[in-house]
């Protein structure tokens, strides 16, 4: 049988296919979906397949489909009790088998989720930490770059106003000899008069 989403839990449908598979016509057996009512503790149509095989909850449900008849009145014998009781380990092995069964489909299932992510961090994850690393590689040698070239963009500026503190003194000194050029010709100038 298919299990739903929630691996331990099943839906009455679910529950009827599995009796399907364990008693004859359990649909016809009206004590089913009381038993199922009763196991549904939060009114939700769905119960706990574990709690289901649990050896009391499935001995009581065997009782209320007449599977195992508990007369008071009569007195048993060795040989119907021993007859009883093997009646009751097959239900209860096959119902253990089933619940094996199930505990098998939510493994696989596991399994083949396991294996999707697998082949997803192969094809996708891998490849994108190694291009993230590339990339952050190409970060620090960038990063480096741009720090040796603001380093030389500083020199330059330390250079620039370096030079350009000479061209001033210089532009002063320019300034200092023409005015003493032009105080020196108008010396020459008076001389020569």
């Known amino acids: 049988?298919?299990?739903?989403?929630?691996?331990?839990?099943?839906?009455?449908?679910?529950?009827?296919?599995?009796?399907?598979?364990?008693?004859?016509?359990?649909?016809?057996?009206?004590?089913?979906?009381?038993?199922?009512?009763?196991?549904?503790?939060?009114?939700?149509?769905?119960?706990?397949?574990?709690?289901?095989?649990?050896?009391?909850?499935?001995?009581?449900?065997?009782?209320?489909?007449?599977?195992?008849?508990?007369?008071?009145?009569?007195?048993?014998?060795n040989d119907e009790l021993e007859q009883e009781m093997s009646e009751n380990n097959r239900f209860y092995f096959r119902a253990l088998s089933i619940h094996n069964m199930h505990d098998r489909e939510i493994i696989l299932s596991e399994a083949e989720t396991i294996e999707k992510l697998k082949h997803w961090i192969d094809v996708y994850g891998k490849p994108a930490q190694l291009k993230c690393q590339n990339l952050q590689f190409k970060i620090d040698e960038n990063s480096l770059t741009i720090m040796s070239l603001n380093q030389e963009v500083d020199e330059l500026r330390v250079e620039l106003m370096t030079l350009k503190e000479q061209n001033e003194l210089f532009l002063l000194q320019t300034g200092e000899l023409k005015q003493s050029r032009a105080s020196l010709q108008q010396q020459v100038s008076i001389v020569h008069e």
């Open 1 to 77: 049988y298919k299990t739903n989403k929630y691996d331990d839990h099943i839906t009455f449908d679910e529950f009827c296919e599995i009796l399907k598979n364990m008693l004859p016509s359990p649909e016809k057996n009206e004590n089913i979906k009381s038993l199922f009512n009763e196991l549904d503790i939060n009114n939700d149509n769905i119960i706990s397949f574990h709690s289901f095989m649990d050896p009391v909850t499935f001995r009581k449900f065997l009782q209320s489909l007449d599977f195992i008849v508990l007369d008071k009145k009569k007195t048993i014998t």
